[in-house]
């Protein structure tokens, strides 16, 4: 059976046919996935009813799993419900109850439901992620996703030229900030540095340029904070204006992987205090730096 891809939206996201993701995939299969991941930034594949072991096989055929990240006393409560290389994106903690209200994991996890990329506020940002759907609540929690090629490509001209070479400073004290959660220890404030991310990235085998925003974004560097603030805002409300934006409505089974390098997302509200959502990610380490990248 060969591999198909049929658009499910005007700019981006594409649903592949044709693929067993629990099975070991061909170099053709991979190229094919590839080369779709390339122009729809966003593949959706359907019916997949996969376990942990068969979705980190899966996420291998195309790079190297990222590091996860969340230090401290996080990472040591939270970390126990999944095997390695498994992140977890549920309401639930390590003994499958729902995490309570007023705990920091989850205030956390809550801060996902900003416009985000994930690990972008890494030295090196994440390639691409895989978000498998194993409990899915009756109502909500759908994962929108924007096009930030479409978003760069809108631009106009001036606003290119000036955004062409600005760098930014990404870290998760921004993006937890944004919703009141500062109270950090001092070991996550030293963990959470802010790293510098360019603010325009270029694809590598496509060549496109894509705006690299993310909630974990809080400073251009040589800006002010408010001018700062105001102008990454900005860019924001463009780029995820209804035109360039999937929302994804997930169904049992379904498994989707998206470039963090061309997208952004954010999770939706569902009722997180009666009902389980159990998704998992794996995550594809990127490859240098953005601010390596010639602009
Ligand atoms: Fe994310």
């Keep these: 059976m060969s591999v198909t891809i049929r658009p499910l939206h ?13 099975h070991p995939l061909s170099p053709d299969e991979i190229a094919a996935i590839e080369a779709g991941m390339d122009r729809y930034a966003v593949l959706v594949f ?22 996860y990240r969340t230090p401290g006393h996080i990472r040591r409560r939270e970390a126990q419900r999944l095997g390695p290389g498994m992140a977890d994106f549920s309401n639930l903690d390590k003994d499958g109850n729902i995490i309570a209200a007023d705990d920091r994991v989850w205030f956390f996890k809550l801060a996902d439901r900003l416009w985000h ?6 030295p090196v940002p994440a390639k691409y992620s895989l978000l498998s759907a ?36 990404h870290s998760l004290i921004y993006s937890r900030a944004a919703i009141g959660f500062a109270e950090l220890s001092d070991e996550e404030m030293a963990a959470f540095r802010p790293v510098r991310q ?5 694809h590598p085998v496509s060549g496109r340029k ?58 939706s509200r569902f009722d997180d205090r009666r009902e389980i959502r159990d998704m998992r990610r794996t995550t594809l380490a990127g490859d240098r730096p953005t601010i390596e990248q010639a602009a």
């Design 117 to 122: 990329s994930d690990s972008s506020f890494g």
């Design 210 to 267: 894509s705006l690299f925003l993310s909630a974990h974004a809080g400073e251009i560097e040589g800006w002010t904070v408010p001018e700062s603030r105001m102008f990454m805002r900005d860019l924001s409300e463009h780029a995820t204006q209804r035109d360039f934006v999937y929302s994804h409505e997930w169904r049992p089974g379904d498994l989707v992987m998206w470039d963090n390098r061309q997208t952004m997302h954010r999770a």
């Design 134 to 169: 194993r409990i899915l609540p009756s109502w909500g929690g759908n994962t929108d996703f924007a096009d930030m090629r479409a978003a760069y490509d809108a631009l106009d001209r001036r606003t290119k030229a000036e955004v062409e070479h600005l760098v930014c400073l």
């Design 46 to 67: 359907r019916d997949q009813h996969i376990t942990d072991d068969e979705q980190l096989v899966f996420t291998r055929h195309f790079g190297e799993l990222e590091a």
């Design 198 to 202: 360019r603010l325009v990235r270029t």
């Design 10 to 22: 005007p700019v981006f996201v594409g649903e592949v046919a044709g693929i067993d993701c629990r």
